[in-house]
Structures are given as structure tokens and as C-alpha cells.
């Protein structure tokens, strides 16, 4: 039983890693967000997500709308950048450093970047790769707002960048 609740934790602790840290809630939904509701840190955290996890509650909470979740949720933006990035990263290194490809296609459907806009997109993301990527060791969340601090700068793309 403990081997079990040591892979849920790591499994969920990679989860939390994925979402966006300027959201207030990491977690999702479940029995755990509602047992450490409004309380911040990495520890209750880990410990909600951890929760939600064990007991598989957010999968049935979504289904039935129960536990704090619901059925119509919405993944946002940011949330799905993010977990894109993490899983994609050597992908939108190589797509970034040539100014075209699909997993930056893909990453800036994500970010809601609109067609008109893509080409300036591949262009920044080019033109600022070093900056963007600026170690060999960057994770997806210095790269992300390595990328929107770039977009921020730039005329046509400032206005994807939340302000």
C-alpha cells in the first residue's frame, strides 16, 4: 500500500509541475482541493493533488459533477500551453530555432494565437530563440514566460499576453 501512495505522490507531484503557476488552483478538483481549500503552499498542494489522485475522485467528480468539479469545465489557455510545453519540449526548441513546425503550430493554437498572427509568431520565436530558450537546461515554465515576455514586446503578438 505504501509503494502505491509513493507513485500516486510522484505522479501527482509531476502533475503539479505542468500547471501553470499563475493559477490559483493547481490541483483541479476533487476531495483533496476541497479539503485544503484556500490554503497556499507546496505542501497542501501536494497533499490535495495527491488526495484527488489516490482515490481516482476527480474522474468520477467530473463525470457527475461532484466533489467541486464539473461537468462543462474548461481547460484554459494557460493550463494547456503549459502542460504542452512541458511534455514538448526538445520538439518546440528545434520547431522554434527554425521558424516553423508543427509543435509550434500546435503551441500557438494553445496560446490562442490567430491565423492572421501565426507567421509573426514563428518569426519572434525564431528571432528570439536564444532568449527564449536560454539554457540548454530550461523547463517549460522559464520557457513560457521566457515566449510571452517576448510576445509582450512585440505589436501584433502583445495582445496574447494576459495581462
Same mark, same amino acid.
Given at each position: 500500500?505504501?509503494k502505491?501512495?509513493v507513485? /500516486? !505522490?510522484? &505522479?501527482? %507531484?509531476? #502533475?503539479?509541475?505542468a500547471?501553470? *503557476?499563475?493559477?490559483?488552483?493547481?490541483?483541479?478538483c476533487?476531495?483533496?482541493t476541497?479539503?485544503?481549500?484556500?490554503?497556499?503552499?507546496?505542501?497542501?498542494?501536494?497533499?490535495a493533488?495527491?488526495t484527488?489522485?489516490?482515490?481516482?475522485?476527480?474522474?468520477?467528480?467530473?463525470?457527475?459533477?461532484?466533489?467541486?468539479?464539473?461537468?462543462n469545465?474548461?481547460?484554459?489557455?494557460?493550463? /494547456? !500551453?503549459? &502542460?504542452? %510545453?512541458? #511534455?514538448?519540449?526538445?520538439?518546440? *526548441?528545434?520547431?522554434?530555432?527554425?521558424?516553423?513546425?508543427e509543435?509550434?503550430?500546435?503551441?500557438?493554437?494553445l496560446?490562442?494565437?490567430?491565423?492572421q498572427?501565426?507567421?509573426?509568431?514563428?518569426?519572434v520565436?525564431q528571432?528570439h530563440?536564444?532568449?527564449?530558450?536560454?539554457?540548454?537546461?530550461?523547463?517549460?515554465?522559464?520557457?513560457?514566460?521566457?515566449?510571452?515576455?517576448?510576445? /509582450?514586446?512585440?505589436?501584433?503578438?502583445?495582445?496574447?499576453?494576459?495581462?
Amino acid at each position: 500500500m505504501k509503494k502505491v501512495l509513493v507513485i /500516486a !505522490a510522484i &505522479a501527482a %507531484t509531476m #502533475s503539479v509541475g505542468a500547471a501553470n *503557476a499563475a493559477n490559483k488552483n493547481n490541483v483541479g478538483c476533487g476531495w483533496g482541493t476541497l479539503m485544503f481549500k484556500g490554503q497556499t503552499g507546496t505542501a497542501p498542494q501536494v497533499l490535495a493533488i495527491t488526495t484527488n489522485g489516490s482515490f481516482s475522485n476527480s474522474l468520477f467528480g467530473i463525470s457527475f459533477g461532484t466533489a467541486g468539479c464539473t461537468k462543462n469545465g474548461v481547460i484554459d489557455p494557460p493550463q /494547456a !500551453a503549459s &502542460a504542452y %510545453t512541458g #511534455s514538448n519540449l526538445d520538439k518546440l *526548441a528545434r520547431d522554434a530555432s527554425r521558424g516553423s513546425g508543427e509543435s509550434l503550430e500546435t503551441l500557438a493554437e494553445l496560446i490562442g494565437v490567430e491565423e492572421q498572427d501565426k507567421s509573426a509568431f514563428f518569426k519572434v520565436t525564431q528571432q528570439h530563440f536564444s532568449s527564449i530558450f536560454a539554457s540548454e537546461n530550461a523547463t517549460a515554465d522559464e520557457v513560457l514566460t521566457s515566449l510571452y515576455g517576448v510576445m /509582450a514586446e512585440d505589436g501584433v503578438l502583445s495582445r496574447y499576453v494576459a495581462a
